[in-house]
T-cell receptor, first 112, second 117 residues
Framework: GEDVEQSLFLSVREGDSSVINCTYT??????LYWYKQEPGAGLQLLTY?????DMKQDQRLTVLLNKKDKHLSLRIADTQTGDSAIYFC????????????FGKGTTLSVSS | DADVTQTPRNRITKTGKRIMLECSQT?????MYWYRQDPGLGLRLIYY???????NKGEISDGYSVSRQAQAKFSLSLESAIPNQTALYFC????????????????FGQGTRLTVV
C-alpha cells in the first residue's frame, strides 16, 4: 500500500526554526497528527489538525496542511535541545475506523 | 500509574520459543492496537481490536497472534519467535471518537523491547 512519507533526519542549531515535512496518503483523512517520541519512551501526541483547516498554531508549534498536495508540515520555532526526538506524522485513512498509520519518523537533532 | 501498561519492558528469548507480550489499560477505551517499531521503518500495525469480540489483522500480522481477554487487556503472542521479530513493540488504545473538536487520540504504552537470539 501507499506509505506516509517523511524525511528521516533533520539537524538544526538551538534557537533556529525546524520544519518537518510529511506527505500522507488518503485525501479523506479527517484528522492528521504529529506524535513525538523521546529516547527510550513511547509516543506522545504533540498536536493535530482537522482537515478543514489550513494552519494551526500552538505556542512554538505551527502545523500547515495542504490538502491538494496531501502535504503536512510541523514548524518548531526557537528549537531547543529538549526538542531532540523522533517526530511521526500520522493519519487515520478511514474515519469509520482503521488505526493510525504512521510515517517512518523524522529524527530531529538539535545542537547547542 | 500509567494509563497503558506493557509487560515485560525488556525480553530476550531464543529462536523457536513462544512468547507473550501483555498490555493493559485504564483508559476505558474500546480500541486497542499492537505496533512494532524498527529503525527507519517507523511504526507498523500488527493487529487491532475495536472491542472484545473484534480482532483485525494489520499490515504485518504474519508470525503473530493476539487475544483480547477483556476490554482492558490485549496480548500479543509470537508462537515461534524468529530473529527478524527483534524490535520495539508498542501497545496503544483509543476511544476512536475524539471530543470537543479534537480528533481521536491514541495513547501509547512505554514499549517492550524484544530481542530474539
Amino acid at each position: 500500500g501507499e506509505d506516509v512519507e517523511q524525511s528521516l533526519f533533520l539537524s538544526v542549531r538551538e534557537g533556529d526554526s525546524s520544519v518537518i515535512n510529511c506527505t500522507y496518503t488518503d485525501s479523506s483523512s479527517t484528522y492528521l497528527y504529529w506524535y513525538k517520541q523521546e529516547p527510550g519512551a513511547g509516543l506522545q501526541l504533540l498536536t493535530y489538525i482537522f482537515s478543514n483547516m489550513d494552519m494551526k498554531q500552538d505556542q512554538r508549534l505551527t502545523v500547515l496542511l495542504n490538502k491538494k498536495d496531501k502535504h503536512l508540515s510541523l514548524r518548531i520555532a526557537d528549537t531547543q535541545t529538549g526538542d531532540s526526538a523522533i517526530y511521526f506524522c500520522a493519519e487515520i485513512p478511514n474515519q469509520a475506523g482503521t488505526a493510525l498509520i504512521f510515517g517512518k519518523g523524522t529524527t530531529l537533532s538539535v545542537s547547542s | 500509574d500509567a494509563d497503558v501498561t506493557q509487560t515485560p519492558r525488556n525480553r530476550i528469548t531464543k529462536t523457536g520459543k513462544r512468547i507473550m507480550l501483555e498490555c493493559s489499560q485504564t483508559k476505558g477505551h474500546d480500541r486497542m492496537y499492537w505496533y512494532r517499531q524498527d529503525p527507519g521503518l517507523g511504526l507498523r500495525l500488527i493487529y487491532y481490536s475495536f472491542d472484545v469480540k473484534d480482532i483485525n489483522k494489520g499490515e504485518i500480522s504474519d508470525g503473530y497472534s493476539v487475544s483480547r481477554q477483556a476490554q482492558a487487556k490485549f496480548s500479543l503472542s509470537l508462537e515461534s519467535a524468529i530473529p527478524n521479530q527483534t524490535a520495539l513493540y508498542f501497545c496503544a488504545t483509543s476511544d476512536g471518537k475524539g471530543r470537543r473538536g479534537r480528533g481521536p487520540e491514541a495513547f501509547f504504552g512505554q514499549g517492550t523491547r524484544l530481542t530474539v537470539v
